[in-house]
């Protein structure tokens, strides 16, 4: 089993900053490959970031250039650095690992409100 925990969501103004961070449990996230994901009201779930256990990292298109995917694999912790936030990135962010034979899992998400 692998438990999510993510935190640093909160209230920040249009082009200000935040890191998220997703802590886990179990060293089985080693060979997973870790993303964020986000929701907004009335939407569906959708990609933000992923980042496989070799380092390679994929981003949507809406935030390419703007956030950036870490992961700490001996602090089993996973980050997003998220800079220039725009309104339209206010949503409920998830975290997940996944892994093709070890199982899909999700945080309980954080909020991220951006004001214009």
């Known amino acids: 089993q692998v438990q999510l925990v993510e935190s640093g969501g909160g209230l920040v103004q249009t082009g200000g900053s935040l890191r998220l961070s997703c802590a886990a449990s179990g060293s089985i996230i080693s060979g997973m490959r870790m993303g964020w994901y986000r929701q907004a009201p009335g939407k569906q779930r959708g990609l933000v970031a992923t980042i496989t256990s070799g380092g390679s990292r994929n981003y949507a298109d809406s935030v390419k250039g703007r956030f950036t995917i870490s992961r700490d694999t001996a602090k089993n912790t996973v980050y997003l650095q998220m800079n220039s936030l725009k309104p339209e990135d206010t949503a409920v962010y998830y975290c997940?690992?996944?892994?093709?034979?070890?199982?899909?899992?999700w945080g309980q998400g954080t909020q991220v409100t951006v004001s214009s």
């Open positions: 997940n690992a996944w892994g093709s034979s070890l199982g899909d899992y």
